[in-house]
């Protein structure tokens, strides 16, 4: 199933975050993957430690449905054939550069139509190359984890995120990627509606308008970014589900887009 399909019941309209930078990236051939045998009877469970892509003391990560989504998503059914790199792809409760933000509570809040916290949503999407995201069978890998990670100094939480690229899919995008010459990955969501930092009204494809600011609009991100009466003016995202993730070219040249979708 589509993760477009998560929001078939309203009118939707998919953003793309700001591009952040991942400089870690790990081959996982050298990865051992472990076979959890299970007690009960059920299909044994082949696990991956990535405590040290992470940075966790102990992160195994189940990817006994990676053989699944690669029919989906035509690629690679074997872990071997895949790199992995981990970005801190969302800073809660403050804003991009392209004026949008996620609240703490909204990420970890109940989806109870993917059945997982909205974080969560990020797992078994797929990643793409710039955004091509309209035929699920040309993504170039799938994102294998999504981690809270608390940054009390600050008062934030990131959502970090453990992207996995098919070396058999796409060779010159992970000759890039290890290279470093292609370092920034940029998030896509569908969300319904977002909330407006300013006069806390809603606005979005799926509600009624009640935020009360002239001149601004969902669809034009350069309207924000205002400071009014010591107020940093954004919107903050509500209700999303995340899509894909992908690996851009440029984090100062690549802003967010939007696209409408009626369902």
């Known amino acids: ?34 076979v959890a045998k299970a007690s009960n009877g059920s299909a044994a469970k082949e696990m991956l430690d990535v405590s040290d892509m ?8 189940d990817i006994s449905w990676l053989k699944s989504a690669s029919k989906a998503y035509n690629i ?12 801190p792809i969302i800073s809660s409760d403050i804003p991009n550069r392209n004026m ?35 035929d699920d ?11 809270l990670v608390p940054m009390p ?31 920034s990955y940029s998030m896509g969501a569908l969300c ?13 494809p799926g509600v009624a308008r009640t935020c009360t600011c002239p001149g601004v609009s969902y669809e034009r991100l350069s309207s924000y970014g205002q400071i009014i009466n010591g107020k940093l003016q954004y919107i903050l995202a509500g209700d999303p589900c995340f899509i ?5 070219s440029d984090p100062a040249d690549h802003g967010a887009k939007f696209r409408n979708e009626q369902q």
């Open 54 to 61: 992470i940075g966790f003391k102990k992160k195994p990560v």
């Open 137 to 147: 069978k040309k993504a170039n890998g799938v994102i294998l984890d999504a981690s």
């Open 1 to 34: 199933m589509q993760r477009r399909e998560l929001s078939k019941m309203s009118k939707t309209v998919e953003i793309y975050g700001a591009s952040v930078e991942g400089h870690s990236v790990t081959s996982l051939f050298k990865k051992e993957v472990i």
């Open 153 to 183: 100094s600050y008062g934030i939480t990131k959502v970090v995120v453990l992207l996995s690229f098919d070396r058999t899919k796409d060779t010159k995008l992970v000759e890039d990627i290890l290279s470093k010459k292609r370092n």
């Open 244 to 248: 894909e993730t992908s690996s851009v």
């Open 76 to 87: 690679s059914p074997n872990i071997s054939d895949y790199i992995a790199v981990p970005v």
């Open 192 to 204: 319904s509606y977002f909330v407006c930092s300013y006069c806390e009204g809603l606005l979005g």
């Open 100 to 134: 949008q933000g996620f609240a703490l509570p909204t990420l970890i809040e109940f989806d109870s139509r993917a059945h997982m916290p909205r974080y969560r949503t990020f797992v078994g999407a797929p990643t793409h190359y710039e955004h091509q995201n309209s």
